[in-house]
Nanobody, 117 residues
Framework: QVQLVESGGGLVQPGGSLRLSCAASGFTFNSYVMSWYRQAPGKGREYAATITTLGVTNYADSVNGRFTISRDNFKNTVYLQMNSLKPEDTAVYYC???????????WGQGTQVTVSS
């Protein structure tokens, strides 16, 4: 039924860029707030970015100015453009879909991003 499938992760050098994608299905995508979270090895899951149903964005201080979240409601896909990557950005990145009116909350399985020389 509900699916959130992340892709686009990989190994990049510091200062490089990656574009993550999250393909959604099984729910009314345009009615959900979409977010990206990340979890570094041995650490808890950390908030990164959000885009609302109207396209309003929010970023954690740690990624603000470097990352850009966007959504394409025709493709049911949310993106995370990551620029000026740092080793501290190394983590598994998770896509989240949330609708507080119906108390729905979905998570993807994650995609690995490794920033290293």
């Amino acid at each position: 039924q509900v699916q959130l499938v992340e892709s686009g992760g990989g190994l990049v050098q510091p200062g490089g860029s990656l574009r993550l994608s999250c393909a959604a299905s099984g729910f009314t995508f345009n009615s959900y707030v979409m977010s990206w979270y990340r979890q570094a090895p041995g650490k808890g899951r950390e908030y990164a970015a959000t885009i609302t149903t109207l396209g309003v964005t929010n970023y954690a201080d740690s990624v603000n100015g470097r990352f850009t979240i966007s959504r394409d409601n025709f493709k049911n896909t949310v993106y995370l453009q990551m620029n000026s990557l740092k080793p501290e950005d190394t983590a598994v990145y998770y896509c989240r879909a949330r609708n507080d009116y119906i108390k729905a909350n979905y998570w993807g399985q994650g995609t690995q991003v490794t920033v290293s020389s």
